[in-house]
């Protein structure tokens, strides 16, 4: 591995990343024989960047938060040709770069990608979007999208969203069809997750396996206070848990998911699409550079 491209969120965790830059590639080009930053000014910069360096790269590393995180994975997996990916993490969730174990602490995190030490992760693809987290329908992307406000409190922002959103959950009709599973019926909540953090916690699927080819899907047909709790304080996806009966948990490589009414669609944090989805699993699509990785 000899060339390595940083592409960073400069305004990440209120502009730390930007003091680090001289830090970074000074230890960078100690090792590496070529090293070029790149700075994201708007929306889909991280994406251009991708395209135009990717054929001459070994690794590119991604300085930011998850929305930059987002970005770029949509960017890299499509490619025929692709690098390898790390994650300087610089938001205030950082999901993926916590489920392969990197440092919330930026500096430390390069210390873990010097490292080299890679592994191939699975990607979750839906409908021209890739997903290394979730992807998820109903009161999770009503949960996030009250999250908006709230960030500045980092992970507690979660719970009290929760405590603000679940009482005015709204149930939809869902069709639900994989090889494992059917069904149809009411829900108020649909997460497809391929990582084990959602919002900077393991929320939904604690012991989620990052290279078994499989996406956990969790159906909620109804809800209160109490059972959302008891999801999100879980630590272990107990059998006790998803037995519960507006719970069902299963796995599987591919599904497809209709709503009536359509419902918009959380991937990642980013809430562009709305159903009807197809969803699958890519087998170890993509090459990261992780830290106290276990799976």
């Not at 390069?110 to 490292?115: F, T, V």
């Not at 693809?125 to 500045?152: C, M």
């Not at 149930?171 to 084990?196: C, Q, T, W």
């Not at 918009?264 to 562009?272: H, T, Y």
Request: proline content about 4%; some cysteine.
């Amino acid at each position: 591995m000899k060339s390595v491209s940083v592409i960073m969120n400069p305004s990440a965790g209120n502009n730390k990343l930007k003091n680090d830059i001289h830090i970074i590639k000074q230890k960078l080009s100690q090792k590496y024989e070529s090293v070029d930053i790149y700075l994201t000014k708007e929306p889909g910069d991280g994406a251009n960047y991708v395209r135009k360096i990717a054929n001459n790269v070994d690794l590119i590393i991604g300085a930011g938060g998850d929305g930059t995180i987002y970005e770029l994975i949509n960017a890299i997996c499509g490619l025929e040709k692709r690098p390898a990916f790390a994650i300087i993490p610089g938001g205030t969730c950082n999901d993926f770069s916590r489920a392969v174990g990197m440092s919330q602490k930026p500096l430390e995190a390069l210390e873990q990608i010097l490292d080299e030490h890679q592994e191939k992760v699975d990607v979750g693809y839906t409908d021209h979007q890739y997903f290394l987290n979730f992807w998820g329908i109903g009161l999770i992307t009503q949960v996030s999208e009250n999250l908006e406000s709230d960030k500045k409190l980092g992970r507690l922002s979660y719970y009290i969203s929760t405590m603000q959103t679940i009482n005015n959950a709204e149930s939809f009709h869902l069709k639900l069809a994989s090889k494992e599973r059917d069904y149809d019926g009411k829900a108020v909540m649909v997460i497809v997750g391929n990582g084990p953090f959602t919002g900077g916690l393991q929320a939904f699927f604690p012991n989620c396996n990052l290279q078994d080819g499989l996406l956990d899907v969790l159906i909620l047909k109804d809800t209160s206070l109490p059972t959302f709790w008891s999801i999100l304080r879980s630590s272990v996806a107990s059998e006790d848990l998803f037995n519960k009966e507006e719970i069902i948990h299963f796995q599987t490589n591919e599904l497809t998911i209709e709503c009536e009414p359509e419902q918009k669609i959380d991937c990642d944090g980013e809430r562009n699409e709305s159903t009807p989805a197809h969803i699958k699993i890519l087998p170890q699509h993509l090459t990261v550079m992780v830290g106290d990785f276990s799976n």
